[in-house]
């Protein structure tokens, strides 16, 4: 998915984000569910793989 279908995606009831989590949590997070995409980004395993899951959760957290 890039950028304009993520920002189109944004007019969906539902999460249609499905190839990766980290995507699904910037989603729900634009749509003003902190709590879901925490929840999803805090789900993933930690290692060498998941660095974007740690991106997204230390954007989650910013003042």
């Given at each position: 998915m890039d950028?304009?279908a993520?920002?189109n995606?944004l007019?969906a009831?539902?999460c249609?984000?499905?190839?990766h ?10 749509k ?5 995409a ?26």
């Amino acid at each position: 998915m890039d950028y304009p279908a993520f920002l189109n995606s944004l007019n969906a009831a539902t999460c249609p984000v499905t190839e990766h989590p980290c995507l699904a949590a910037l989603w729900f997070d634009a749509k003003g569910d902190w709590d879901r995409a925490h929840e999803i980004v805090q789900s993933l395993p930690d290692g060498p793989l998941e660095t974007g899951a740690a991106r997204i959760h230390a954007y989650l957290h910013r003042c």
